[in-house]
Structure formats: C-alpha cells, structure tokens
C-alpha cells in the first residue's frame, strides 16, 4: 500500500469510527441557570448539560455579591473563580473530579506560574486544559475559566 493511499485508508477509518453510534438518537440538552440570575436575561446560560456531560461557561474571581474581581491580584482570583467553579458544578449535579477541560483566560501571560500554583490545588486528576492570553477580560478580571465536566 502506498503511503497516499495509508492517508486516505486511515482518514476513511477515522471519519467512520467518529460517527455516532445512533444517528437517529437526539442529544437531550438542558440550558441551565443559577438561581441568582434567572430573570435577568443574561445571553448566555451559566452552564448547558448535553446528554452526561455538563458545559460551564466562563467564570471570574468575582467579590461576593459584586461585580468586581477580588482584590489580591491573580492568586485571590483564581482561588476564587477556582471555588465558583466547585460550588456551579456541585449545583449542576457534577464535581471537581469530574471535570475533563478546563480552558483558561489569562490577561497576562507572566500570570502563568501564580495561576498554576493555585489551580493544582484542585484537582486530584489533572484534566486536559487549554490556556490563552487575551488583551482583556470582562470586569477587569485577570482570569476566566471554563470547563467541561462529566455528570455525577
């Protein structure tokens, strides 16, 4: 077999074995929201649940009950964002042991090494992750995560 036709084979090999078993079957999505903002129209749910894998969407370091970061730089924010996290996936039906992704947002890339130090903390296994530096974030925020867990 030549090395073309090894490409073509293993891509036809790929394709067919990443089709869903049941084609006909529909995904069962759930929209969720907290208690805290249902009624405020937000555009976008706090998490979405499709079938036994829950989607959270991004989380700051929020001061409780304001719309600011907490103060402390970088460490105080992903402990904070780090423990919304828990507690939305606690509430979503799910835990931290579950989560299989986690993506973070850093505004500054020498944030790196602090946000580290925290986010091992959290995790007895570590979940695949992905991490980008961005001009900004929402808030002032030094961070945002989001993650992508499996349910309970």
Not at 25 to 33: F, P, W
Not at 34 to 53: H, I
Not at 98 to 109: G, H, I, P, S, Y
Request: aromatic fraction near 8%; proline fraction near 5%; hydrophobic fraction near 45%.
């Amino acid at each position: 077999m030549t090395k073309m036709a090894w490409l073509v084979a293993a891509a036809l090999a790929f394709a067919v074995g990443c089709q869903p078993a049941d084609r006909g079957a529909a995904a069962n999505v759930e929209y969720l929201q907290l208690p805290m903002y249902e009624g405020q129209d937000l555009p976008f749910s706090a998490a979405v649940r499709v079938d036994n894998m829950l989607y959270l969407s991004g989380i700051i370091g929020l001061a409780p009950g304001e719309l600011k970061p907490v103060p402390g730089g970088v460490r105080a924010e992903a402990e904070r964002a780090l423990e919304m996290m828990k507690a939305q996936l606690e509430s979503f039906g799910s835990s931290m042991d579950r989560v299989v992704k986690c993506t973070v947002f850093l505004v500054d890339e020498s944030d790196r090494d602090a946000f580290n130090e925290v986010y091992v903390t959290y995790f007895k296994q570590k979940p695949a992750r992905s991490g980008v530096t961005v001009s900004g974030l929402a808030l002032g925020a030094r961070l945002e995560l989001e993650c992508i867990a499996a349910m309970n």
